[in-house]
């Protein structure tokens, strides 16, 4: 048994344009990470400030000038997700930190290239993050900026180790 459907669509060529672009912008889930060379910039999880959406990867690669390091500071974090902060390449760097609460954290990397990457699963979702990074120099002393290597895991978030002293520090 075969079956047969003929499909009739309108010879108006104004709403068969309309349907398309329709169509093309709903495939897109969204947008995020990239390579980011600016001395200073944003970076934020798709969609912020509204709810990212599930099962979203997303990779920023920052690289600042040579000499120079990045800080990255977070004004707003995942509630149920993770950002992972690496000191240098994917794959290839030490994970700084990983960050899975709503902090308000500062990282520092040991050279000019950071990687930053968001993960999303499909259970939550959330407004997700916005965050601001800077370069200074690699000779600059950086005791007035907390450093994840101070830092440690706990059951949701890393918390700096010492509050005490990143507060002595910051005055």
Same mark, same amino acid.
């Given at each position: 048994?075969?079956?047969?459907?003929?499909?009739?669509?309108?010879?108006?060529?104004?709403?068969?344009?309309?349907?398309?672009i329709f169509f093309f912008f709903s495939a897109i889930k969204y947008i995020c990470g990239g390579l980011l060379f600016n001395s200073s910039g944003t970076l934020q999880s798709p =969609?912020?400030?509204?709810?990212?959406?599930?099962?979203?990867? $997303?990779?920023?690669?920052?690289?600042? !000038?040579?000499?120079?390091r990045v800080m990255l500071t977070f004004g707003s974090g $995942?509630?149920?997700?993770?950002?992972?902060?690496?000191?240098?390449?994917?794959? !290839?760097?030490?994970?700084?930190?990983?960050? $899975?609460?709503?902090?308000?954290? !500062?990282?520092?990397? /040991? =050279?000019?290239?950071?990687?930053?990457?968001?993960? /999303?699963? /499909?259970?939550? =979702? =959330?407004?997700g993050f916005h965050a601001e990074y800077q370069s200074f120099p690699a000779d600059q002393n950086t005791s007035k900026f907390p450093s994840c290597l101070q830092c440690f895991l706990c059951s949701e978030a890393f918390i700096p180790a010492n509050m005490a002293s990143l507060r002595a520090n910051r005055a």
């Open positions: 048994m075969a079956w047969k459907y003929k499909m009739y669509f309108p010879l108006n060529l104004n709403e068969l344009h309309l349907y398309l =969609s912020y400030p509204l709810n990212y959406p599930d099962n979203a990867d $997303c990779l920023w690669q920052i690289q600042v !000038t040579n000499n120079f $995942c509630n149920n997700d993770y950002i992972e902060i690496y000191d240098g390449p994917p794959k !290839t760097s030490p994970l700084l930190g990983r960050i $899975c609460s709503n902090s308000h954290l !500062t990282y520092t990397s /040991s =050279s000019n290239f950071m990687t930053v990457r968001f993960h /999303s699963d /499909s259970r939550y =979702s =959330s407004r």
